[in-house]
């Protein structure tokens, strides 16, 4: 195993890979041609003298061996990083936190912690992205974010299977809600009854494999008339409030709802319960990640105490 001849754009394009999880999107995030990612990948193992790489249908998935050479190319690019903001004059970005988050936690959570940090702490800059639960798990394995904001249902299994585990710290348990249009029958109550649910038209997101029928309540009991499709949670709270279905939402969502919306809990089934937790690597964190995450979490308490 030899990485003396090791470019620094392969380490980049490796670290690009293992995070967004296929060769297309990581050429996407990096402005290349697929072939010219693959061309880096394969320079990188002949280095490596093994696979760093499973090759999947969904994707890829990094070889124990991979892990090894992410950590230290990881570490590697932010010295190189580093060093080079110093001879360039710029500022230690010691003081930049990246936050990664899932759109039906973060979209009302993450801006309330930012506000608050800009009093308390204002040398410190957030800079934040959306993704998938999976992709932000990602991002954290290959140092793409220091800390991830996900929404996890029963039964909470660990983030992923990979060692070590990262460190998962849950910041509130509500349950599950349904956005309902004013206008709508159910809206004139103050629960919503699981038979109810029967015949009425969804708004959800597109299915993948990552996320099925996001806007769907889940294990109802016939194939769902799903009429819009979206990933944007704004959008589809703007959906019902037009009057165009249902969506699911969850609590940390609620206070974003729009006018023309009623948010409302459903009884008679399982108790659809959805945990927030803020996630990061097992290694120490940074005295502004900490500031960061003590943010969050106090945001996470405000917003629990909220009245819906």
Same mark, same amino acid.
């Given at each position: 195993?030899? *990485?003396?001849?090791?470019? !620094?754009?392969?380490?980049?394009? *490796?670290?690009?890979?293992?995070?967004?999880?296929? *060769?297309?999107?990581?050429?996407?995030?990096?402005?290349?041609?697929?072939?010219?990612?693959? @061309?880096?990948?394969?320079?990188?193992?002949?280095?490596?003298?093994?696979?760093?790489?499973? @090759? @999947?249908?969904?994707?890829?998935?990094?070889?124990?061996?991979?892990?090894?050479?992410?950590?230290?190319? %990881?570490?590697?690019?932010?010295?190189?990083?580093?060093?080079?903001?110093?001879? /360039?004059?710029?500022?230690?970005?010691?003081? %930049?936190?990246? +936050?990664?988050?899932? $759109?039906?936690?973060?979209?009302?959570?993450?801006?309330?912690?930012?506000?608050?940090?800009?009093?308390?702490?204002?040398?410190?800059? +957030? %800079? /934040?992205?959306?993704?998938? %639960?999976?992709?932000?798990?990602?991002?954290?394995?290959?140092?793409?974010?220091?800390?991830? !904001?996900? /929404?996890?249902? $029963? =039964? *909470?299994?660990?983030?992923?299977?990979?060692?070590? $585990?990262?460190?998962?710290? &849950?910041?509130?348990?509500?349950?599950?809600?349904?956005?309902?249009?004013?206008?709508? &029958?159910?809206?004139?109550?103050?629960? +919503?009854?699981?038979?109810?649910?029967?015949?009425?038209?969804? #708004?959800?997101?597109? =299915?993948?494999?990552?996320?099925?029928?996001?806007?769907?309540?889940?294990?109802?009991?016939?194939?769902?008339? #799903?009429?819009?499709?979206?990933?944007?949670? !704004?959008?589809?709270?703007?959906?019902?409030?037009?009057?165009?279905? !249902?969506?699911?939402?969850?609590?940390?969502?609620? =206070?974003?709802?729009?006018?023309?919306?009623? #948010?409302?809990?459903?009884?008679?089934? &399982?108790?659809?319960?959805?945990?927030?937790?803020?996630?990061?690597?097992?290694? $120490?964190?940074?005295?502004?990640?900490?500031?960061?995450?003590?943010?969050?979490?106090?945001?996470?308490?405000?917003?629990?105490?909220? =009245?819906?």
């Amino acid at each position: 195993m030899d *990485f003396r001849d090791v470019s !620094l754009t392969a380490l980049r394009v *490796f670290r690009a890979v293992a995070e967004q999880g296929t *060769f297309t999107a990581a050429a996407v995030s990096l402005g290349y041609t697929q072939s010219a990612v693959s @061309r880096q990948i394969a320079s990188i193992e002949r280095a490596a003298g093994v696979k760093l790489l499973e @090759r @999947r249908r969904e994707g890829v998935r990094l070889t124990a061996v991979g892990h090894l050479v992410l950590r230290r190319a %990881t570490a590697a690019l932010d010295q190189i990083d580093s060093a080079a903001r110093e001879l /360039s004059g710029l500022p230690d970005q010691g003081g %930049t936190v990246r +936050v990664g988050w899932v $759109p039906s936690v973060g979209a009302a959570l993450l801006p309330r912690a930012v506000a608050a940090l800009r009093t308390t702490h204002p040398a410190i800059t +957030v %800079t /934040s992205r959306e993704g998938t %639960t999976a992709a932000l798990v990602r991002a954290l394995r290959s140092g793409g974010i220091d800390l991830a !904001l996900l /929404s996890s249902a $029963p =039964p *909470f299994r660990p983030l992923d299977t990979e060692s070590p $585990p990262l460190v998962s710290q &849950p910041l509130t348990e509500r349950g599950l809600r349904l956005a309902v249009p004013a206008s709508h &029958p159910l809206a004139r109550r103050d629960y +919503v009854d699981i038979a109810d649910l029967r015949g009425q038209r969804w #708004i959800a997101a597109p =299915p993948s494999g990552e996320d099925r029928l996001m806007g769907v309540w889940p294990g109802l009991d016939e194939r769902p008339e #799903i009429v819009h499709t979206t990933r944007d949670w !704004l959008a589809k709270l703007s959906l019902v409030a037009a009057g165009c279905g !249902l969506t699911t939402v969850g609590a940390s969502l609620a =206070p974003a709802a729009p006018e023309g919306v009623r #948010i409302l809990p459903v009884r008679g089934g &399982p108790r659809e319960q959805r945990r927030l937790v803020l996630a990061r690597l097992p290694d $120490p964190p940074e005295e502004a990640a900490v500031r960061v995450a003590e943010a969050l979490r106090a945001a996470a308490v405000e917003e629990a105490d909220a =009245p819906l």
